[in-house]
């Protein structure tokens, strides 16, 4: 996004919390009409209904403006409503570092570590904000209009729950009453606020949670509840969906005697049973999810076994055991030792093999790490596995339903149970991944569940809608085109990654990763060819890049997983499944896959709660070792903080402390440490995340001398300005962006500390060029140029043109003199372009002799050019013949 030019000024601003509630966007009103002539800096809301409330009728009460277009220089005073916590003003972050800046602050939340402490505050805990600044409007006889009110009233109606939360006071009641008295709209409120149901409605409610009961039939938990009213419920439907959003139920039936008619209501979520079909036995009917029936002359108790059978009949078994499973197994020949057993237990982070032998293509047992640390232990390490696997064996097919396999597994007593089909094993289930799955069937799980080691059964949700309504025509024909491609080869084909981590977020997407659980390479052919593209492929590691005629590019990968030999370096690569391939990635958020086989397109698959860190905007790694095998995550992980606003997960920074403590970074290669920080330094701001890199020590790993300080980050923030200017104005001019924050994090270092970090970073010769000699004759230029008595255009021209645009805007960003920094821009903007429009075959024509002559001729026209004259080409020639007669080059 690039930054428009700052037009505005105020001695006032108003903010609130990023991702604003309507008691956010209330106070900000409220104290728009406490400071007269202030302006809004409205922070955004991902919240649909807020969007539509300022599209459909409010935004013009606001003075809003872009934080980009205001110049802040002229600012004096920073008002705060509904937070006082720094992490949450982002757009305001330059004002609130802002020497001599008042703040004024407006918030009923109680105080926080991490607080911003206010020139002048009024907090105190009512149910919203909007009822301290309405109070002070009230105190200060300012009365809002009916529109106005409207808005302040509908902050406190949300914040408080419609006054039912706990946090409710009697001063909300008294606020919400004033603003009523000031017009407010109650109609408007309501139906921006979610409607609770009635209060007669309330007692069915509990009525049918009170008498649920939980029926497992064919390993599906099915929830009946039983009841009778006298007279009419209104809006059964309604009460019974709440229910099932209350619990969170994926089958439910309510059986509710009302006066002498019996009716069945019923809700699903889940392909395996139709509801529909199943109250077609009661003369009822409707959809699979959805459905209802009327029941005369039976009792309830007939009713409920009759609907007992009736789902004993009609409910699929789920068979999961395909979607389960774990693939390839791993395993191990019954010959090997057990030494090797656990090298091979360590470098795919696994607890049990399965022992096969292959010649026999014969499934032998399995041996878990437990005993492998025993025979370690004993000494006795260097036996084969066979000598003390657990040849107790059992296995199923892949289409085995829960049942079976819990039997299995919790019954049997076995921790892991292999999935084989006609003889081969295809996968295996472990007592990890059934437990995970019972509890995600049952909604038990809890969202206090550690950020690492979490091993999950898939969650699939199907969003084609947001494939259709974010993608342009060609991505979603091209993705199709891949689909069915991969689909005739037997493949199954994925987006994965930051497509559809970009996609979820809604902003624009750059790259398109495909993998294959297949042959990744064959797949980049076959479709290569019938697109007409080209294809590179890379055999050791299973990939390829598919290059359009356009030179549009597609990133195609075989599924595979990875380990390490030694921390630091770079993987060894097998192939495997879609969820181990997930499973190696950096962080959850980049683990999401999207299927593209045309049978389940835009069924999105989730196995390390990746949707839920998108939603709490945080950064999570996926397991503890994460950063110890490959450091370069640390710089992504700040990187992706920095680029989205999310937080770095709590256990996810102590493992980032943890790797930087014993050193991780010494076997690590420096041309990856300089790939990673080029991509911050890329960043439209990567200050924030330089910030981040110094609060974890970072920069020392850089160079053990190298010093962020006070007067570094002045000259980032100048850099940062100078290139925001620059990129809105040159479009399509490219540059080394990174280059620029580069030299500028380098400025304070003598030469010798920078030679070192190009030495560590390994880097190449043209960009070292770029950090050390070319910087330091640009920052000796712009010495010189300082220190001038006078300088003119022509004297700044020759100084600065055989400068590249790096150079130029870096010094503009050094310069601490105003004066200067206007006559480089001048120069870069208007100057650095002119040229004669004379040739040397004007010249020639006139006369001339080819020659030495030709340059300084033409040298002494561009510089009556930067004065201002000569502005055609017929005085450019009447100058050159009057200078080739005076210096005699021609009669």
């Known amino acids: 996004m690039r930054k428009k030019n700052k037009s505005l000024t105020a001695d006032t601003i108003i903010t609130s ?113 909007a009822t301290i600044l309405s109070s002070l409007l009230q105190e200060k006889k300012i009365i809002p209009n009916p529109e106005e009110a409207t808005v302040m009233a509908l902050g406190i ?22 603003l009523l008295s000031c017009g407010a709209s109650l109609n408007t409120i309501v139906s921006f606020v979610v409607k609770e149901i009635k209060s007669e409605q309330v007692t069915w409610l509990n ?20 009841i009778s009213s006298p007279s009419y419920i209104t809006d059964l439907a309604t009460i019974v969906q709440k229910v099932v959003r209350m619990e969170s139920l994926d089958i439910f039936f309510a059986i509710v005697l009302m006066g002498n008619k019996i009716n069945i209501i019923a809700r699903n979520s889940i392909p395996e049973v139709d509801v529909g079909k199943i109250l077609s036995a009661f003369g009822g009917g409707g959809h699979s999810y ?76 399995y041996i878990t790490r437990q005993v492998i640390e025993k025979t370690v232990y004993h000494k006795l390490s260097h036996l084969p596995v066979k000598e003390y696997m657990n040849s107790e064996i059992s296995y199923i097919s892949s289409d085995a339903d829960v049942s079976q396999i819990e039997n299995i597994i919790i ?10 089909d006609d003889g081969w094993i295809k996968g295996v289930i472990t007592r990890t991944d059934l437990l995970n799955y019972l509890v995600q069937h049952n909604k038990e799980l809890k969202r206090n569940e550690t950020e690492l080691g979490i091993k999950r059964n898939a969650k699939k949700r199907d969003i084609g809608n947001i494939l259709y309504q ?53 797949f980049a052919k076959v479709y290569a060819k019938k697109e007409g593209c080209r294809v590179n492929t890379h055999k050791k590691f299973g990939t390829a890049v598919i290059i359009y005629p356009d030179n549009f590019k597609i990133d195609v990968a075989s599924a595979r997983l990875e380990y390490y030999q030694t921390p630091a370096a770079l993987p060894i690569v097998e192939k495997s499944s879609i969820k181990l391939d997930l499973a190696r990635r950096d962080f959850t958020i980049n683990t999401l896959a999207i299927s593209l086989n045309p049978d389940d397109f835009g069924t999105m698959t989730d196995y390390f709660g990746a949707n839920r860190d998108l939603k709490d905007k945080t950064i999570r790694t996926i397991h503890n070792l994460s950063f110890v ?24 920074s102590n493992l980032i402390v943890n790797a930087i403590k014993i050193d991780c970074f010494k076997n690590l290669s420096g041309l990856r440490v300089l790939s990673e920080l080029k991509q911050i330094f890329e960043e439209e701001n990567p200050i924030p995340a330089i910030r981040t890199m110094e609060a974890y020590g970072l920069e020392k790993v850089i160079h053990k001398n190298l010093t962020i300080i006070p007067k570094t980050y002045q000259l980032l923030e100048s850099v940062n300005k100078i290139l925001s200017w620059h990129d809105l104005l040159y479009v399509d001019e490219d540059y080394p962006r990174w280059a620029v924050y580069f030299m500028a994090l380098l400025n304070r270092c003598n030469y010798g500390v920078c030679e070192q970090i190009c030495d560590r970073l390994n880097v190449p010769l043209k960009e ?20 001038s008595s006078s300088y003119t255009r022509q004297d700044l021209y020759w100084a600065l043109i055989n400068f590249k645009a790096e150079f130029i805007l870096y010094i503009m960003a050094l310069t601490t003199d105003e004066e200067i920094r206007k006559a480089i821009s001048t120069f870069y903007t208007h100057q650095r372009s002119i040229k004669p429009y004379l040739k040397g075959r004007d010249l020639l024509k006139i006369g001339i002799q080819p020659g030495p002559v030709y340059s300084t001729l033409l040298n002494q026209v561009l510089n009556a050019k930067l004065d201002g004259q000569l502005k055609t080409k017929k005085k450019e020639i009447i100058f050159a013949t009057e200078y080739a007669k005076k210096n005699k080059l021609i009669d």
């Open 411 to 420: 019954e049997g007593k076995h921790r892991i149970l292999p999935v084989i």
């Open 629 to 652: 095998e490959d450091p370069t995550r640390i710089f992504r992980a700040i990187k992706f903080s920095n680029r989205f606003g999310f937080k770095i997960g709590k256990v996810t």
């Open 768 to 787: 070292r060029g770029i950090l050390l000699e070319k910087r330091y004759k640009a920052e000796k230029q712009l010495y010189v140029i300082e220190n």
């Open 157 to 178: 109606y949300e914040d408080t729950g419609l006054f039912t939360y706990p946090s409710t006071t009697k001063e909300d009641l008294e606020q919400a009453a004033f």
């Open 207 to 226: 009525e049918l949670l009170n008498e649920m009961t939980t029926h497992k039939i064919n390993g599906i938990d099915i929830h009946i509840s039983v």
């Open 17 to 129: 919390h990023i991702n604003a509630d309507f008691d956010a966007i209330a106070s900000m009103l409220a104290a728009q009409k406490l400071y007269p002539g202030s302006i809004i800096i409205f922070p955004g809301s991902q919240e649909k209904n807020l969007r539509d409330f300022f599209i459909r009728s409010t935004s013009y009460l606001f003075n809003m403006a872009d934080p980009a277009s205001i110049d802040f220089s002229q600012t004096s005073r920073l008002v705060i409503v509904d937070t006082k916590q720094k992490s949450r003003l982002t757009q305001v972050s330059d004002l609130l570092n802002k020497k001599g800046i008042k703040i004024d602050i407006y918030d009923h939340h109680p105080a926080m570590k991490g607080d911003i402490t206010g020139s002048f505050e009024i907090t105190r805990q009512t149910g919203a904000t």
């Open 470 to 522: 974010r993608l342009d025509n060609h991505i979603k024909h091209l993705l199709q085109t891949i689909g069915k491609t991969g689909n005739k080869l037997g493949f199954n084909m994925f987006v994965v990654g930051g497509f559809v981590r970009d996609l979820l977020l809604n902003r624009p997407i750059e790259d398109i990763d495909i993998v294959v659980e297949g042959d990744g390479i064959e």
């Open 290 to 365: 959805a459905a209802s029936a009327k029941v005369d002359n039976q009792t309830l108790a007939q009713v409920e076994i009759k609907l007992i059978e009736r789902l004993q009949k009609e409910v699929k078994s789920i068979q999961i055991a395909k979607n389960l499973m774990t693939a390839p197994a791993i395993t191990i020949e019954p010959l090997v030792t057990c030494k090797e057993a656990s090298s091979l237990m360590t470098r795919y982070n696994i607890n049990t093999l399965l022992v096969v032998d292959k010649k026999k293509n014969s499934y032998e047992g």
